[in-house]
């Protein structure tokens, strides 16, 4: 399984980043695809999900602002973030859980800062 995250930078307040995930070694349509963030100093938490089925989930600091979507044609998940704040800085990766394993991304660097 490899998942490759791409699309992070720098943005100023308010400004808006779109993610990308790119799955391959897996039967994409039948996975969870979720997307998790690191800040320096903090714990890896999860900012949003989304089923086989298309159905998402968001934390409570990201919902309204965030959407993950997918194309399962293309084995891709992604992460649109809009009204971004500083405290979104952190580095963000994609994950799926397959036969009771977590695959990680590398990680993209989404840095919000004026």
């Known amino acids: 399984v490899q998942l490759q995250a791409s699309g992070g930078g720098l943005v100023q307040p308010g400004g808006s980043l779109r993610l990308s995930c790119a799955a391959s070694?897996?039967?994409?349509?039948?996975?969870?695809m979720n997307w998790y963030r690191q800040a320096p100093g903090a714990q890896r938490e999860l900012v949003a999900g989304i089923s086989s089925g298309g159905s998402p989930t968001y934390a409570d600091s990201v919902k309204g602002r965030f959407t993950i979507s997918r194309d399962n044609a293309k084995n891709m998940a992604y992460l649109q973030m809009n009204s971004l704040k500083p405290e979104d800085t952190a580095i963000y990766y994609c994950?799926?859980?397959?036969?009771?394993?977590?695959?990680w991304g590398q990680g993209t660097q989404v840095t919000v800062s004026s």
């Open positions: 070694g897996i039967f994409f349509n039948y996975y969870e």
């Open positions: 994950h799926v859980r397959r036969n009771g394993f977590n695959y």
